[in-house]
């Protein structure tokens, strides 16, 4: 019996093989992304290095920083926690490998995500080369390792499911693998009340039944997220109570780079009048305006020029999404469905990777130089190398010491003053930090750090020379990193006179 020809001339097995040899070589474009990234020997200088040494390290956050009174991290991630650890139990790697996976494998779940939304898969790695171009820093947010990126990723795959799509999803699997996803966030990433985002945005384009039975929806997965840890009202307590801190506790000027206000790459405006004046006159409706990830993606933007998270973890891969209908819509109706589709996908393929693999100004080995410098001293001789002794404390008015010492020595029995972020800092210690932050470093600002320190305890700075407090003796320990030590012979309150 002979193939029946389509629409577009081919028979359909002729089409199959067409949509196959497609997808595959939209997949190897989108794996080998992040394959081509690590090669170069990237390693983000941010909390995934101290995730990994978590896990190296077998400890519990509690156990490696001094935290504020009533304050514990051991439930913020604890899906990521747990998923480093078993890859440290299956190949005893160590941190700088489980940073790779963590990079690695975080990117490719995001790259992977939007094939979800659209029937032709070339539409999706328009759109990517189109966000990375525009928004660079998207590309960069997404190489750091950390679990924000799997909430960004079934965000993309929530938008799939709960507006028209290639497949019709009836609503009971619709339910389920909403509350699946959302509890896998919930657990891995935490953060489950910025699910009320996309909730809202369905709301606010009218499409109200759909944003109530997300909203049950997410509900539903934020309980039985929470119900993975055991605990799983403590869980829920614990976000509500680590949001208010973060956003609480210091002034906006000195808050992690993701909290503070986003400069908006001025394409990014653009991209999306362009795009809606397209579909306004495409369809000759108002109504383009309503569709949820549009709102969202607007949304996203003005928050962004607030806090600048919700621009790169909620609005961008909306807008992504977005555009990847719109291209899907518009390929579908101007490039045949043949062979031709071939070459011109894998050209597409080859410029998005390029564009992301790229060592454009040496973004992915700027930090490797760094790195390097960081000295491999053995314990017994950390002293006159100027690490801290045994169960000693590190003092610093910065966060990056915290994650480059924790990253190359998991194993040591130090603890951290500042770890992770401020706001969870002890009641003694936060205050100093932000005279720091204020003032810089003077003996004024360090005197009440360094009359809590005893022998093994070290204050840590960066600094392009050796700082200029000779109430400690200095030691050089790599990657811009200076530690200050007690003069010999002095301790406690007696040192910082």
């Known amino acids: 019996m002979n193939d029946v020809a389509q629409p577009g001339g081919l028979p359909p097995k002729a089409s199959s093989r067409i949509d196959l040899l497609i997808l595959l070589i939209v997949l190897a474009a989108l794996l080998l992304i992040p394959l081509l990234i690590m090669a170069t020997g990237y390693t983000p200088l941010d909390d995934v290095m101290a995730n990994a040494a978590l896990a190296v390290s077998g400890k519990a956050w509690d156990d490696i920083m001094l935290l504020r009174q009533g304050v514990s991290l051991n439930m913020h991630n604890p899906g990521w926690d747990i998923l480093l650890r078993g890859m440290f139990a299956v190949t005893g790697s160590g941190p700088c490998v489980l940073v790779g996976f963590a990079v690695a494998g975080m990117m490719a779940v995001f790259l992977l995500s939007g094939l979800s939304s659209v029937r032709r898969p070339e539409a999706w790695l328009s759109a990517l080369l189109v966000g990375f171009i525009a928004e660079p820093d998207f590309l960069i947010r997404i190489t750091l ?18 507006t028209t799509g290639p497949v019709i999803i009836s609503r009971r699997v619709r339910y389920a693998v909403t509350i699946l996803c959302v509890a896998l966030s919930s657990w891995i990433h935490g953060s489950w009340y910025l699910f009320a985002l996309p909730v809202l945005a369905f709301l606010l384009s009218g499409r109200l039944r759909d944003g109530i039975e997300l909203g049950i929806c997410c509900m539903a997965g934020t309980f039985l997220g929470g119900t993975l840890t055991g605990h799983p009202v403590v869980f829920i307590l614990h976000h509500i109570r680590h949001f208010g801190l973060s956003f609480g506790m210091l002034p906006r000027d000195f808050m992690v780079g993701e909290f503070k206000a986003y400069s908006l790459s001025p394409e990014i405006p653009i991209i999306m009048v362009a795009g809606l004046g397209w579909l306004g006159m495409r369809n000759r409706t108002w109504r383009v305006f309503l569709d949820p990830a549009a709102v969202l993606m607007i949304a996203g933007l003005l928050m962004g020029l607030s806090v600048s998270r919700l621009w790169l973890d909620w609005g961008m891969p909306a807008m992504l999404f977005w555009l990847a209908r ?63 002794g045994k169960d000693g404390i590190i003092y610093s008015g910065s966060v990056y010491a915290f994650n480059l010492l924790f990253y190359r020595y998991p194993n040591e029995s130090w603890r951290y003053a500042v770890g992770r972020e401020p706001a969870i800092m002890r009641d003694e210690d936060f205050p100093v930090f932000v005279r720091i932050l204020r003032e810089g470093y003077n003996v004024t600002t360090v005197r009440p750090w360094v009359e809590r320190m005893q022998v093994n305890d070290r204050l840590v700075i960066f600094l392009e020379g050796q700082p200029d407090l000779p109430i400690l003796e200095w030691a050089y320990i790599g990657t811009g990193l200076w530690a200050g030590r007690l003069p010999q012979g002095k301790n406690g309150p007696s040192a910082g006179k």
């Open 145 to 162: 390792g950390r679990p924000f990126i799997l909430t960004s990723a079934v965000l993309v795959l929530v938008l799939a499911l709960w």
């Open 326 to 388: 719109l291209f899907d819509g518009e390929f579908a109706k101007r490039i045949p469905a043949g062979w031709l589709r071939l070459p011109l996908v894998a050209g597409l393929g080859v410029v998005l990777v390029l564009a992301c693999a790229v060592d454009s100004r040496h973004r992915w080995t700027e930090r490797i130089r760094l790195l390097a410098s960081v000295g491999t001293v053995e314990t017994d001789s950390s002293l006159a190398k100027g690490l801290p």
